[in-house]
């Protein structure tokens, strides 16, 4: 065959693609792209392809209304069957007039733009009038400022992304009661949390910017596209290619790859992207062509000025195989583009991106997270496959790459020994529910243990903290698998004991971890009071102690954020009726192994159900924010008392986290 009709192929050796010359053709009324022959034969060769090269099509610019060359009619796009997301039709950012710089111009989303909402005059409100009419005294943490929304930092983005899932959270807790106003234009809890976030300007970043972006670190993870969109990583919350458009220039800021026929490489730092734009017209049957235009013509711009683009991979998701987990790769340039045919014949636009140098492994990660699942023994430093010895339903590997140490000697056990029962005055123990509890009914008795709310969302999800969760027990009569009873489950994610370069063994997890999932419990001996002393004594350092000061944090949804809804937040401070101290140092599970930090990813929440008629008391970990996989997980250890005098009493170790809440010490 000869070189021209060659299919999937990989780039061609002969350079880059001089696709400027088509510009000058006008783009013609039908589906197909056709050329006309003088240009056709202008470009005969140049094409790997038999194919004629795409047409074209320059947006209209409202930011050049004196124009007078006649604004061509939108073309219909269609859908492309082979796409699991639709992607939704682009306006070009900052073709309103902006005179900012090509690389700081302000994107749609600044003004007041609610997914779903068809209403255009919302959409051109002016930055200034949305500003007049934000109350940051209603918000979380007083709210976000005007210098935060345009350029976010580390502490801005965790506090938007934890607000938004916040009210997700709490909209699927109403939902799975069947509690929304079914009249809602708006039922999706992701769609209506952000909707809640946008009215009042509770975002950041949203101001477009080529490279990276403040706040956002490399291997982030987030479950749902309005995520990203929220702190400002990719603002098209359906399209692949987000990009800004000035009287100047078209350039690509980000492309989210959905893995559905983006090609797949052995080298982790080079992604081959397809071209947006379906190549088979549905209505009339017949193939068509991807157009260089929007999105394909910002990459096209982006690979002849070199600039970087953030790429972010889309990866299935292990729990629920029907949606992706994004994982932020970094910054990447495009090497090379050309034209292949697609299944269905028409051209597409392909893109060589490769990784910037030196920057920290995301994906890479996953990929070797995935070869150590199929094959331990190809994981370096494994001391022990299963540290659990088949006590847990998922393996425990024990790994160190740092010296020669093993693990201390201690008894693997997953739950509580010698357990003390705490007496709430309850008339009865246990709910009469048939096979399994239902969120929404009232008649359960756990349910009202726990104010009317069914405490995890359908997904076993945490809704809120609150003073104790009630959980079904052994007592209750509903089904053991019951979704009210996550904490005793046992462990879900495949985790791994390591040794820490400065702080002995740590605890990280080979799996990607949504926020308000449960981890594990703290497993160990109750012990009395009487054997701690105030410095933190017992000669044990594998205590915890409900009991110690901890440093408040907000981590429930904020009720003005939904105006709609009158509800009442549970407290976020604990009430225990009796301290619990449990130590793990000679029988524990893997919480033993967790490591403090003054800026942890998990935190403790105190869970109550019956056993044997009574009540007892146990300790849940779950996942503050999203933790993405080989991320050691930490909680705070709390203090056992205030320091005096600018000094930290006595018993208390140094603290090594490194964050920048670092309060030097703790224990």
Request: proline share 6%; hydrophobic share 30%; glycine share 8%.
């Amino acid at each position: 065959m000869e070189e021209g009709l060659r299919q999937n192929s990989v780039p061609p050796s002969s350079g880059f693609v001089d696709k400027t010359k088509v510009v000058e053709a006008k783009p013609l009324r039908s589906l197909a792209p056709v050329l006309p022959k003088s240009l056709q034969s202008s470009l005969s060769g140049r094409y790997p392809c038999v194919f004629p090269p795409f047409v074209v099509v320059e947006e209209a610019q409202e930011s050049q209304p004196s124009s007078p060359a006649p604004i061509p009619a939108p073309i219909k796009s269609y859908r492309n069957p082979l796409v699991e997301e639709e992607e939704e039709e682009e306006t070009p950012h900052g073709a309103n007039g902006d005179t900012s710089s090509p690389m700081e111009v302000l994107d749609g989303y600044s003004q007041k733009r609610v997914p779903m909402n068809s209403c255009k005059s919302s959409q051109k409100r002016g930055r200034k009038t949305q500003e007049s009419q934000f109350d940051s005294s209603s918000l979380v943490g007083g709210g976000i400022g005007v210098a935060q929304r345009d350029d976010g930092d580390r502490e801005t983005v965790n506090l938007v992304l934890m607000t938004y899932d916040s009210l997700r959270r709490r909209l699927c807790q109403l939902e799975d009661a069947k509690e929304l106003n079914t009249t809602m234009a708006i039922k999706r809890a992701d769609l209506r949390a952000s909707n809640a976030l946008s009215a009042k300007a509770f975002r950041t970043n949203m101001r477009k910017r080529v490279g990276a972006v403040p706040g956002v670190e490399i291997g982030d993870i987030f479950f749902l596209r309005m995520e990203m969109v929220l702190v400002g990583l990719h603002i098209q919350s359906m399209g692949g290619i987000d990009y800004m458009t000035t009287k100047d220039e078209t350039v690509a800021l980000s492309i989210v790859s959905s893995g559905v026929y983006d090609d797949e490489t052995e080298d982790n730092d080079v992604l081959v992207y397809s071209g947006q734009g379906e190549n088979f017209n549905k209505k009339d049957k017949h193939v068509i062509d991807q157009k260089l235009q929007r999105g394909n013509l910002a990459l096209d711009r982006s690979s002849r000025q070199q600039n970087e683009v953030r790429v972010i991979r889309g990866l299935r998701d292990a729990v629920n195989r029907s949606a992706k987990i994004y994982v932020y790769d970094g910054l990447y340039k495009i090497q090379d583009s050309w034209i292949e045919r697609g299944k269905s014949g028409g051209g597409v636009f392909k893109y060589k991106f490769v990784r910037l140098p030196g920057q920290p492994s995301a994906i890479a990660v996953w990929k070797s997270v995935q070869k150590w699942k199929m094959d331990s023994s190809s994981r370096t430093g494994l001391i022990l496959a299963d540290l659990s010895r088949g006590d847990e339903s998922v393996p425990v590997s024990l790994v160190n790459e740092v010296d020669n140490e093993n693990c201390p000697v201690f008894n693997y056990f997953n739950s509580l020994k010698h357990q003390k029962p705490f007496s709430l005055g309850q008339s009865s123990y246990g709910c009469n529910c048939y096979k399994s509890c239902v969120p929404g009914d009232l008649s359960c008795s756990c349910i009202q243990r726990n104010e009317g709310d069914f405490p995890y969302t359908a997904n076993a999800v945490l809704v809120s903290r609150t003073q104790l969760v009630h959980e079904c027990g052994p007592m209750c009569k509903c089904f053991p698998n019951c979704k009210n009873r996550v904490s005793q489950t046992g462990l879900k994610h495949q985790m791994e004991v390591f040794k820490t370069k400065d702080r002995g063994w740590g605890l990280r997890s080979l799996d990607p971890i949504r926020a308000g999932t449960f981890i594990c419990e703290y497993a160990g001996e109750v012990i009395d009071r009487a054997k701690v002393n105030p410095y933190g004594g017992y000669n044990d350092d594998y205590i915890f102690d409900t009991s110690r000061i901890y440093d408040p944090f907000k981590w429930n949804y904020e009720p003005s954020l939904l105006e709609e809804i009158s509800s009442n937040v549970s407290s976020e401070d604990y009430a225990i009726p009796y301290p619990l101290i449990i130590s793990s140092k000679n029988f524990g599970n893997v919480a033993r192994f967790m490591n403090h930090s003054c800026s942890p990813n998990v935190f403790w929440q105190p869970v109550l159900y019956a056993e044997n008629n009574q009540s007892f008391l146990h300790i849940a970990f779950f996942a503050l924010r999203h933790i993405p996989p080989m991320a050691e997980l930490t909680y705070d250890y709390g203090c056992s008392g205030h320091a005096e005098g600018g000094n930290a009493p006595k018993g208390r170790k140094k603290c090594l986290c490194g964050s920048s809440k670092c309060r030097g010490s703790f224990g």
